[in-house]
């Protein structure tokens, strides 16, 4: 049988993203085998894949690295020691499969005998020799295996039970750090072996300790494999058992000071304003959910995150100038002499619905792009979504204050559709409008997508009852009404 490779290793191999080997999977046009296809299937699905310089991949992965933090775009080679031991582990593995290939070659070779000594058996030695011929031409699955013989001494591939998510550990990266980039929602507080939250059982599998600081976990759970994910890289291929959040519920309310890293206008009446937590305190939180503001002098306001919870220890708000709200005010005077800001959190069920494999539908009216954003970034490290469109709505031209980003999205994923709609501030079923013509348009059958609208409240609710009213399932609409 030909070698079989995990969905995201296979995605990776011939250059496309794993939500389009998923739903190749689900529409039945490519064979899976408990998430795993073969090299051979692949091929014959991909026979043009060219496996070096995968452009598509390469956007996508660009936009992530955009998307998601700086530090990233430094992609740093695993250290030596890793790669010293994954080289070794694949030598390993070479020398199992060579000595398997000889046992049953030897098997193949007594029943070649035995079936000549018995001439009534001609037919099923015919087929036995058919049976023998290599699946795909001599050599076309090499490059392919060599690939991913590449992949494997680069990057590993760790697989989480019980959700049975995947995901990869680029560099020299902690397992913390490369689950929280693939959108996982592992438990979590210091991320630097302080707390314990962060522990994980290895199945299968050897890590590398790049942090001398497991004294949080007792005799008993060391000798039972289990490690701090913070303070662990994965030397081979692993298979995990952890604990994810599965929806808000999960997600504990925390409090922490963040310090003020800028203020700077997003256009003429919104203001990105960044926080970075503390190295040792950081905010677990699910995309789409918001978090309440509070200065010194206790002047407050809730705000949805407009940064992706992978984004490591950055939180991005859209704050937009509201006559009278004295948050606001503030933060448009440049927050002078404030250097941190109480950040309590989070709140909210405005999350992805991460078992859904539908297209995913968002409308954002105005500042409501802050948590779609979000969502947005979220899905795309996830990877599982079919297709994601946007609409977002806004009432002056202006408006679409991130314009430039969405269009690079549109421009480097080829399931992202972006439509900036500019539409009259009121009344609110006027100001929606066109944005729902052009979602019925491209989705005449809106019952199969998941949509979220996250919108000032008269339009989030104008939405809401017209989307209800073209037949969109309840349990398919997510809404967040907001005050900005
Ligand atoms: S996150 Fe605190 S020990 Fe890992």
Known sequence: MSRLLTLSRAARLVGVRRGELQSRIRSGELAAFEGMVSADDLLRAYPDARLEGNAGLERFDAIKDTAFTRRMR????????VLVARLAELGRERARVQAQLEHYRGIVEQLQARLRENPDLAGLQA???????PATPAGQAQPLLAQESFLRIMTAHVQVRPSGHEF???????LLEAALRAGLSFDYGCSI??????????????????RHSDYVLTAAEKNAGVVLMCCHTALTDLVIEARE???????????LEARIRSVSPLGEDVRLLHLQTPRSTRLRFLAGQSVSLALPDGTGCSFPVASCPCDERNLHFHVRRRRGEAF?????????????????GPRGSFVLNEDSHRPLVFIAGESGFAPVKSLIEHAMALDAAESLHLYWVASSPGG???????????????NFRYVPVTAPAAPADAAVTGALQEVMRDHPRLGDCDVYVAAPAPWANAAEFELLEHGLPREQLLVSALET
Do not use: I
């Open 328 to 344: 606001a005010e503030r933060v448009f005077d440049g927050l002078q002499g404030v250097d941190a800001v109480r950040v309590e």
């Open 400 to 414: 679409h204050y991130l314009d430039n980003l969405c269009r690079s999205w549109a421009d480097a994923l080829d």
């Open 168 to 174: 990869f550990v680029d560099g020299n990266d902690s």
């Open 245 to 255: 959040a599965h929806g808000a519920a999960d997600m504990p309310l925390q409090t």
């Open 193 to 210: 072996g302080n707390c314990g939250k962060c522990k994980a059982k290895v199945a299968s599998g050897q890590v590398h300790r790049t």
């Open 127 to 133: 087929w036995l020799r058919q049976r023998l011929e």
């Open 74 to 81: 430094e992609r740093l080679l695993p250290s030596t020691e």
